[in-house]
């Protein structure tokens, strides 16, 4: 059976955050040819053209991991009705230098969660700009705006509520097979 190995990739830094807890409790929503890592953001600098030629360890160590991936997902707050800078840094970096866009290619999917009503549309609106251009086939549906209230995880960092959980299987059969479409093995 083919592996699939898929980058994680969170756009909060927050200790506690919603947003990576939710990605770890969908990556256990996953088959088991599926297997997520997160990917490191916290200890990039801030993207900068001059360190093109020259980038940092943390730089290409997330680089090295994206090229390696067989997919990607994007779990990631809205901040001021974007995505956080956080976030666009990361991208940033590993699209760079010209010509050496490590995300091209890679069949990405996306999810939200906030303690607003608005679940992070917005935010999921920006980000299919910023990965069309990157040439990142991004899944369109089913769009997931989750809004997080106390008690959506319960002890074992699981969803909690059986029917959001059953929303978010759906969400990653879709996902699946998405990455199946995109690469075929
Ligand atoms: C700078 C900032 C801007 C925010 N803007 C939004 C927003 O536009 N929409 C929204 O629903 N929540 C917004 N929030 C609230 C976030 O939904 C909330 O902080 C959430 O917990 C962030 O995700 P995390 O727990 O993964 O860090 C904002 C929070 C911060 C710190």
């Given at each position: 059976?083919?592996?699939?190995?898929?980058?994680?990739?969170?756009?909060?830094?927050?200790?506690?955050?919603?947003?990576?807890?939710?990605?770890?409790?969908?990556?256990?929503?996953?088959?088991?040819?599926?297997?997520?890592?997160?990917?490191?953001?916290?200890?990039?600098?801030?993207?900068?053209?001059?360190?093109?030629?020259?980038?940092?360890?943390?730089?290409?160590?997330?680089?090295?991991?994206?090229?390696?991936?067989?997919?990607?997902?994007?779990?990631?707050?809205e901040?001021?009705r974007s995505?956080?800078?956080?976030?666009?840094?990361?991208?940033?970096?590993?699209?760079?230098?010209?010509?050496?866009?490590?995300?091209?290619?890679?069949?990405?999917?996306m999810?939200g969660?906030s303690?607003g009503a608005p679940g992070t549309s917005m935010a999921q609106q920006h980000l299919?700009?910023?990965?069309?251009?990157?040439?990142?086939?991004?899944?369109?549906?089913?769009e997931a705006f989750l809004q997080?209230?106390?008690?959506?995880?319960?002890?074992?960092?699981?969803?909690?509520?059986?029917?959001?959980?059953?929303?978010?299987?759906?969400?990653?059969?879709?996902?699946?097979?998405?990455?199946?479409?995109?690469?075929?093995?």
């Amino acid at each position: 059976m083919s592996q699939y190995s898929i980058a994680l990739v969170v756009g909060s830094l927050r200790r506690g955050s919603f947003n990576r807890q939710l990605g770890r409790a969908v990556a256990k929503l996953a088959p088991p040819e599926f297997s997520f890592h997160e990917v490191r953001v916290d200890d990039l600098p801030l993207y900068n053209q001059d360190d093109d030629l020259a980038p940092g360890e943390a730089v290409k160590r997330l680089k090295t991991e994206i090229a390696a991936a067989n997919g990607l997902v994007f779990v990631t707050p809205e901040y001021n009705r974007s995505i956080p800078g956080v976030l666009k840094n990361a991208i940033d970096h590993a699209s760079r230098p010209y010509g050496q866009n490590v995300w091209a290619g890679k069949p990405a999917g996306m999810l939200g969660a906030s303690v607003g009503a608005p679940g992070t549309s917005m935010a999921q609106q920006h980000l299919p700009n910023i990965l069309t251009y990157l040439d990142v086939p991004t899944l369109g549906q089913p769009e997931a705006f989750l809004q997080v209230n106390e008690g959506f995880f319960d002890a074992a960092g699981s969803i909690a509520n059986a029917g959001t959980k059953a929303f978010l299987q759906s969400w990653m059969d879709r996902y699946v097979a998405w990455v199946n479409k995109i690469t075929p093995r």
